[in-house]
């Protein structure tokens, strides 16, 4: 596993809050993109996309499940809207960073890589803000098997 550690500068973004069973994210994901489409805030085209999982889907109740689509904007608010998407910040700092190839179904396999195998010997500690997820091609024209995802560990 090919760990580097970055400083990231803090990121805006506009967030659709998640919350219960995982196998209703999709949803979730089409009304985030139902915004993006009818809104200028945050084009596909030119701005980064991310999750935050504030939960681990294999050890959380579905129910209390929570997990944060959001898209990068330069705006210092997001418009009141159908759909709930809301202003948040991804804050910056150190961050362990790896890419994970591949189907997004399978990078739990990632992030536990992390957390099991690289953290304890790194001598770093975690931040208090969650894993989170930047997908660098999110086009439907995309097949699973090439998709790219950085997973970010923020670190102290």
């Known amino acids: 596993m090919d760990v580097k550690i970055i400083t990231t500068p803090t990121i805006m973004v506009a967030a ?21 489409k009818s809104t200028s805030l945050s084009p596909v085209l030119t701005s980064q996309t991310f999750g935050i999982a504030y939960d681990d889907p294999e050890t959380v109740e579905p129910e209390a499940f929570r997990f944060d689509i959001c898209g990068s904007i330069t705006a210092n608010e997001v418009p009141a809207n159908s759909q709930g998407v809301i202003r948040k910040e991804i804050p910056g700092g ?36 969650p894993v989170y997820f930047e997908y660098l091609n999110v086009s439907a024209q995309v097949p699973e098997a090439d998709k790219e995802t950085d997973v970010y560990l923020p670190l102290k």
């Not at 994970?100 to 099991?116: A, K, P, Q």
């Open 16 to 36: 659709l809050e998640h919350r219960g069973p995982p196998a209703g994210l999709s949803d979730s994901v089409q009304r985030f993109i139902e915004w993006r």
């Open 94 to 129: 150190r961050c362990a960073v790896v890419r994970h190839l591949g189907s997004t179904d399978r990078i739990g396999e990632s992030v536990y890589s992390l957390f099991r195998h690289w953290l304890p010997g790194s001598g770093e500690e975690l931040r208090g803000f």
